[in-house]
């Protein structure tokens, strides 16, 4: 998928909603960058920083990266989770120091040890592309069955042997009576950058860019 040409007015930055936000813009502030008087009600989309020079997006994590490419946004910040399961090409120039979470392969506790003894399993998941690829270096043979919430169900309900999931704290595997069987990857939240931002926003880029790599050196 390819960029498109637009000329940017006024330096848009795309956020997921919810807990990813909060952290992010808290990053914000922390940097120097911009600051906030707080994050608007959920129903509120856009907004700005205090001396509006950013305006803010809140849409969906897996969105981000469209918004990016096709000229809405010029820098977001999302999972690195997001970015290699839809197998975006988009310049990622730091790594964030927070939502940080592991991808996991988690099944029925008293199925976990005879899991693979099966010749070929049904695996749930809302990550078919980073499953599939796991699976394949693993040399199993897999059904996945592609969802797009509660996961965590499937294995209840007979849909699935297993899932493949984001855990945080694992509590939701636990109150499911799921356990973890191997971590497949981790991630924590990336800096992305529209490549046509690098020539319309130079300075503020750059600026921004930088204040964070500052600001992670002195946290880390």
């Not at 960029?3 to 990813?20: D, K, M, Q, V, W």
């Not at 990053?27 to 020079?53: H, M, N, T, V, Y």
């Not at 096709?70 to 197998?87: F, H, K, Q, S």
């Not at 509660?150 to 297993?162: G, M, R």
């Amino acid at each position: 998928m390819k960029e498109s040409n637009y000329n940017a007015s006024p330096f848009t930055i795309a956020l997921p909603s919810g807990r990813l936000a909060e952290e992010s813009i808290a990053f914000f502030s922390r940097s120097g960058i911009a600051e906030f008087d707080s994050l608007p009600s959920s129903r509120i989309l856009s907004f700005w920083d205090k001396k509006r020079q950013f305006r803010m997006l809140l849409v969906r994590s897996q969105d981000i990266p469209v918004y990016i490419l096709n000229g809405c946004a010029d820098v977001g910040i999302t999972g690195r989770d997001v970015l290699m399961e839809g197998g975006y090409d988009l310049t990622v120039p730091l790594e964030l120091n927070f939502g940080k979470c592991r991808l996991s392969l988690a099944a029925m506790e008293e199925k976990s040890r005879t899991l693979f003894q099966k010749t070929s399993l049904r695996v749930a998941t809302k990550y078919p592309r980073l499953t599939a690829d796991y699976f394949h270096r693993s040399g199993m043979n897999c059904e996945i069955i592609n969802l797009h919430g509660s996961v965590e169900i499937a294995p209840t309900l007979s849909l699935a042997d297993c899932i493949v999931d984001l855990v945080s704290t694992g509590k939701t595997l636990r109150d499911n009576s799921l356990v973890e069987i191997q971590t497949i990857a981790h991630f924590a939240a990336v800096l992305l950058v529209s490549r046509s931002s690098y020539a319309l926003h130079t300075k503020l880029l750059a600026r921004l860019i930088n204040s964070f790599h500052e600001l992670l050196r002195d946290e880390n």
